[in-house]
Every structure is written in structure tokens, then in C-alpha cells.
């Protein structure tokens, strides 16, 4: 018997919760001309381990634990911040869901991240690798008490519809190069399934699966058209865009393979782990591609295993 696949509920909360919802907002900053004397009493007062360095509301650098170690080690105390500081500062952004967080500090191997603001590039907070453990705790707990106080509703939608054959079918559109709705499709689509009565479990599947299909299309085309239908014994997934193409599919299959540019791994996306993620969370799955003419995705997961 085929082992049936899952997706536990905090892979699902990475995909879910933005940076936003976990990052520290109560910000302890410095200047680059402060002393790094001064550092230890804000290192150890605060228990941090990184600053952020400012200039007139401006961002320009980051200051670490490992930074003022080096410092103190060669005696230079009296010296200034933006001495020791990294001026090449990789950030996150305050709307990105914490996937990507989650891949840039697999990535960088960072202790930390200053989070700015997408619309006016403002500091807005900083996050770490805590920070994202705490933040999907709270999240478990405050979601665990409020399903302990609702019914659970046992009646499935298609229970109530006298047919032969019944099927629902939603339909969305994914716009290009919008990476401040990126990710609305897969979680309106995940939440409308919970809300017909579709198990949580599958919805999470489906979820991961059609956001990793969101964000290639977001990526690398224009626009595309996300189509679920759904029926008693299967929830079926089409993604289709008039994008570039994928030259070789499998090659593109491989985990960590990817064709983003440097800007976009700059964002956080394109980290080459969609299509795997799609074939591991899907019970099926089909892609074919034409240079220059587009891309198409089914995928399928069953409701009723054994019944196809």
C-alpha cells in the first residue's frame, strides 16, 4: 500500500504567516560613528546579537556579536562602528512569507535578518531563527484553543448533492512580477477547501502545491490561471501560463535547480525547490512545457485513497 503523504501543520504555518507577523518591532539601533566600546553594554544589557546600523533613517550596514569579538580581539575599542560593521546588508522583507526566511538563513547561515518595509524601504524590524520558532508556537497554541471552542462540523459538501457526478470548480487568476500578492491564490484557494469541508490535511497539500506553482508563475512569466476541481474522490490542479518555457524538465525537477536571476534570489524566491515540493505534496503530477509558448501543471490529490 502506497503510504499516504502529509503535511504537518507547521510546514504549512511557513507558508501561511509572513515575516511581518514574527520579526522583533522594538528595535535597539546604532549610528556608524558610535564607539564600539559602547557595543557591549548594548550586547549584553539586551542579549542580542546583532544591530542594525543607521544613517538617518537609513539602513547602511549591520553590526554583530562576531563583529565586536573581532574588535575586541585586535584592541581596537575605541574604534568606530562603521569600521567593523558589514555594509552589505541581505534583508527580508516585512510581507514575505516565512519560507522565505526560513531558505535565506539555510542559504546565508546568518544569526539574523533586518526586516524592511516593501513599499517605502524602511527598517521596520529584525528577525531570527527564534524569533520564527516562537512566532509558529504562538501561532500552534492560539490556533489550538480556538479549535478546542468550535463544533467540528462532520457533514462533507458533496454529502448534501444528489448526482451521478458532482464537481466544484474554482478558478483563479495569478499575475506576474506581483510580489506583493504573491502567495494570495494558494491561501484563498486552502482556505475556500476548508471551507467546503475538504480535511485539513489535504487542504495543507494542496496549499503548498499551488503556492510553489503561484510563485513560478509570478517569477518567470507575466501571468497565468490556477483552476482546482474538486469532487467526491479527488482534488485536481491545473496551472497554465504563457511564460518562456522550461528548456529541460528534468533537469527542473532536480531539488535546488533553478533559472532566477540574482535579484530574485535576492527576494528570497527561486530557491529551486518548487517542483520538487509540488511532486511531494501531490499524488500525481504532469508538466509539459514549449519554449516560447508557455507551461502546464496538473497535479492530483485523492480524497479516498484507491479510488482514482
Known amino acids: 500500500m502506497t503510504q499516504e503523504k ?4 507547521t510546514q504549512e504555518l511557513v507558508y501561511e504567516m509572513n515575516v511581518g507577523k514574527v520579526m522583533v518591532t522594538d528595535l535597539i539601533t546604532v549610528g ?16 542580542i546579537s546583532g544591530i542594525p546600523v543607521m544613517e ?3 539602513l547602511v550596514g549591520l553590526i554583530s556579536i562576531e563583529d565586536f569579538i573581532r574588535c575586541l580581539v585586535d584592541g581596537k575599542m575605541g574604534s568606530l562602528v562603521k569600521e567593523w560593521m558589514s555594509s552589505e546588508v541581505e534583508t527580508l522583507y516585512d510581507s514575505d512569507p516565512l519560507i522565505h526566511a526560513v531558505n535565506k538563513f539555510d542559504r546565508w547561515g546568518y544569526g539574523r535578518f533586518p526586516v ?6 524602511k527598517l521596520v524590524g529584525i528577525i531570527t531563527k527564534g524569533d520564527i520558532v516562537k512566532g509558529l508556537l504562538k501561532k500552534i497554541e492560539r490556533e489550538y484553543h480556538r479549535s478546542e471552542n468550535v463544533p467540528v462540523q462532520t457533514d462533507h459538501f458533496f454529502q448534501d448533492v444528489i448526482s451521478n ?17 504573491a502567495g494570495e491564490t494558494s491561501s484563498n484557494l486552502k482556505k475556500t477547501l476548508k471551507k467546503i469541508g475538504i480535511p485539513p490535511a489535504v487542504a495543507r497539500r494542496i496549499g503548498i502545491a499551488c503556492y510553489e506553482a503561484e510563485m513560478n508563475i509570478v517569477i518567470f512569466t507575466d501571468g497565468g490561471e490556477l483552476t482546482a476541481r474538486v469532487n467526491p474522490q479527488k482534488i485536481a490542479i491545473e496551472v497554465v501560463d504563457s511564460g518562456p518555457g522550461i528548456p529541460d524538465i528534468e533537469e527542473a525537477m532536480k531539488l535546488g535547480y533553478s533559472t532566477a536571476p540574482d535579484f530574485i534570489r535576492e527576494l528570497g524566491f ?11 505534496c501531490s499524488d500525481d503530477m504532469h508538466l509539459e512545457s514549449i519554449i516560447g509558448k508557455g507551461t502546464r501543471l496538473e497535479f492530483t490529490v485523492f480524497l479516498n485513497r484507491g479510488k482514482k
Open 270 to 280: 527561486g530557491a529551486g525547490i518548487g517542483l520538487s515540493n509540488i511532486e511531494k
Open 6 to 9: 502529509t503535511v504537518t501543520k
Open 116 to 121: 524592511v518595509n516593501r513599499q517605502t524601504g
Open 165 to 181: 457526478h458532482a464537481a466544484i470548480i474554482f478558478q483563479y487568476d495569478v499575475i506576474g512580477k506581483d510580489f506583493d500578492r
Open 56 to 58: 538617518k533613517e537609513r
Open 32 to 47: 556608524p560613528d558610535d564607539c564600539m566600546s559602547d557595543l557591549q553594554y548594548l550586547l549584553r544589557d539586551k542579549r
